[in-house]
């Protein structure tokens, strides 16, 4: 057998490929349609809440006598109501207080039920089973009775309804802070300050509930959607905001009687407060399945 300086030559290494992490694009591809349409919507309705002037520059709470209950047109996209008022402009203006409801109430129960939920997981056997059975109870009243009964005693309104849909939706994150917490006790990072001998209170306000509110943040951005949808409820039943500020649910409850001659008036702003809350469901399911790990970033 011949041995050539060609059969001695080393062979040449073999080529080295690195996989490209994910582009912006390719992350944009994997987002599922529903979430972009959604996310689109709420941004659209942030805004609208933010600078309605930007979509509109009519005012939503003066109408003409003689534009009664137009159906929609090139001069009025929604409509009129049965007091000649733009549908559409008040639709717009309708989102402020609708998000502002839906959003300081979530935001007024997770700092309440942060609270508690920590107090329970840390009020020791007798307390924590305390403040559990105050939860059920809580847990157990049907909550639009619950929040008659604070209208009873406040009066309707825009805050009455902030704080009576803050306290039928809190026991729901105080009990998962307090389940988190207790999850949390046996963490490495808390044997570690342990051993460098900080106090339980620095423990629990620097390290356990910044890694314990992560679930519920995710789970108050669902929330919203749910406290908008009860909002709107309350104000359906003349509970929420007071005419003739333009709100979505009492726009609902003031076309009732004349949904036979005119379906206008409760079409539209039904459709934003059902195409509102499940937006928000949507996105916020989607960062729920993203921190659960059954989404690749």
């Known amino acids: 057998m011949t041995i050539t300086a060609h059969d001695l030559r080393p062979d040449p290494a073999p080529a080295v490929r690195f996989a490209a ?32 002037a930007l979509f509109t520059d009519k005012d939503p709470n003066v109408g003409e006598p003689l534009d009664m209950l137009l159906s929609p047109s090139s001069a009025h996209w929604f409509g009129t109501d049965q007091n000649g008022r733009d549908i559409y402009a008040r639709t ?23 609270a508690v939920g920590v107090l329970a997981s840390r009020s020791g056997r007798v307390g924590d ?29 825009t805050g009455t309804t902030i ?3 803050a306290v039928v ?11 988190e917490v207790i999850r949390l006790r046996g963490a490495v990072f808390v044997e570690a300050a342990k051993a460098l001998g900080w106090n339980q ?4 306000v620097r390290h356990v509930v910044p890694n314990a509110i992560g679930p519920v943040l995710i789970l108050a951005t669902i929330g919203i959607g749910s406290a908008i949808g009860l909002a709107s409820s309350l104000s359906f039943l003349g509970l929420g905001p007071q005419p003739p500020t333009a709100e979505w649910g009492s726009m609902l409850a003031a076309s009732r009687s004349y949904f036979s001659v005119a379906w206008w008036p409760a079409v539209f702003p039904g459709l934003a407060i059902t195409l509102t809350v499940l937006t928000v469901t949507v996105v916020g ?13």
């Open 285 to 297: 399911q989607y960062f729920q399945r993203r921190t659960e790990g059954r989404i690749k970033p």
């Open 21 to 52: 992490g994910p582009t912006v694009i390719g992350r944009i591809r994997r987002l599922r349609i529903s979430v972009i349409l959604s996310g689109t919507f709420l941004v659209i309705v942030v805004a609208a809440a933010l600078a309605p």
């Open 169 to 179: 939706t809190f026991p729901s994150y105080a009990r998962l802070v307090r389940g």
């Open 129 to 157: 089973w305390l403040v559990s059975r105050l939860l059920d109870i809580f847990l157990a009243i049907p909550g639009l009775l619950l929040v008659f009964l604070i209208v009873a005693a406040r009066g309707p309104g």
């Open 92 to 114: 717009v203006f309708g989102a402020g207080p609708s998000l502002l409801i839906g959003v300081s109430a979530t935001l007024a129960a997770l700092i309440a039920g942060t």
């Open 201 to 204: 209170t620095n423990i629990v």
């Open 163 to 165: 704080i009576g849909v």
